[in-house]
C-alpha cells in the first residue's frame, strides 16, 4: 500500500527507474546478489522525508 498523497504515476515511475538500473548493473557487472539491492531499497524506505521534520 502506498501513501495517498504521493501520486501513482511517480511511484511507478521510480519503480522503472529501479528495474531499469538493476538490469543496467547486471548487464554490466553480471550477477548482483539481490540481498545488496533488497537492502538498498528498504534504506531509502526507511529515510524520513521533509514532512517528516515538522
Known amino acids: ?8 504515476v511517480s511511484v511507478a515511475r521510480t519503480m522503472v527507474a529501479l528495474a531499469q538500473g538493476f538490469a543496467v548493473q547486471y548487464a554490466l557487472f ?7 539491492v533488497e ?3 528498504k534504506a531509502l524506505m526507511s529515510m524520513d522525508g521533509p514532512d517528516a521534520r515538522e
Not at 553480471?30 to 545488496?36: A, E, L, T, W
Open 1 to 8: 500500500m502506498t501513501r495517498a498523497d504521493i501520486p501513482a
Open 39 to 41: 537492502l538498498g531499497v
Open 30 to 36: 553480471g550477477d548482483v546478489p539481490i540481498q545488496v
